[in-house]
């Protein structure tokens, strides 16, 4: 079982969709859960930063944590075409000097 | 917001020559960088972890006199591939944890 599930999609919804992505891990050690945004040939952006569980919301992103099911989900509201990107779930155990262990990606596609 | 600048972010080089990447964090210090690559609709892979002023950590299966990573200062972290070949083409990432981790631009390898 690898570290961090994502399902790689893609994944293709209507604008003004609510998008919902996920990803579960196995280490109980991880605390420190993120989001990244990724578009064609540039290096990942960071939406979401969220320690321990609960739930963090800005603008039309919300992230949640759940380290009793391990279990994390970005959601998007009012989704926009350019929201279309690949979406990394990262996390880690410690902060600072520990290189993050990443998902798959999700590749999401959102129509006009 | 913090910011870490890469260069180049593309370069093209002839099989058998050597080829510098450059990552620095433009408004703070940097103790340790990490450096990913990643192939096409694949995730990040964890090549190394570079430390100021100490030797690189690599993963296993990185070979290190391939992939050459001087953190000379608190600013930044090289990245040298050495006698490149045409399976070294590839997007080459680096990243520094503040705040969350923040990465580079992206550099984007073809040897011919």
């Known amino acids: 079982q690898k570290e961090v599930e994502q399902d790689p999609g893609p994944l293709s919804v209507p604008e003004g969709a609510i998008v919902s992505l996920n990803c579960t891990y196995s280490n109980s050690a991880f605390q420190y859960f993120m989001w990244y945004r990724q578009y064609s040939r540039k290096g990942p952006e960071l939406l979401m930063y969220?320690?321990?569980?609960g739930n963090k919301e800005d603008g039309r992103f919300t992230a949640q944590v759940d380290k009793s099911s391990k279990y994390i989900s970005l959601f998007i509201r009012d989704s926009q075409p350019s929201d279309s990107a690949t979406y990394l779930c990262a996390m880690s155990a410690n902060s600072g000097n520990t290189p993050l262990v990443f998902g798959k990606g999700t590749r999401l596609s959102v129509i006009a | 917001g913090a910011v870490v600048s890469q260069h180049p972010s593309w370069v093209i080089c002839k099989s058998g020559t050597s080829v510098k990447i450059e990552c620095r964090s433009l408004d703070f210090q940097a103790t340790t960088m990490f450096w990913y690559r990643q192939f096409p609709k694949q995730s990040l892979m964890l090549m190394a972890t570079?430390?100021?002023?100490?030797?690189?950590?690599?993963e296993q299966g990185v070979e290190k006199d391939k992939f050459l990573i001087n953190h000379a200062s608190l600013t930044l972290s090289t990245l040298t591939v050495t006698s490149a070949h045409p399976e070294d083409s590839s997007f080459y990432i680096c990243s520094a944890e503040i705040y969350g981790y923040t990465f580079g631009s992206g550099t984007r390898l073809t040897v011919v």
């Open positions: 570079s430390n100021e002023g100490s030797k690189a950590t690599y």
């Open positions: 969220t320690y321990s569980s």
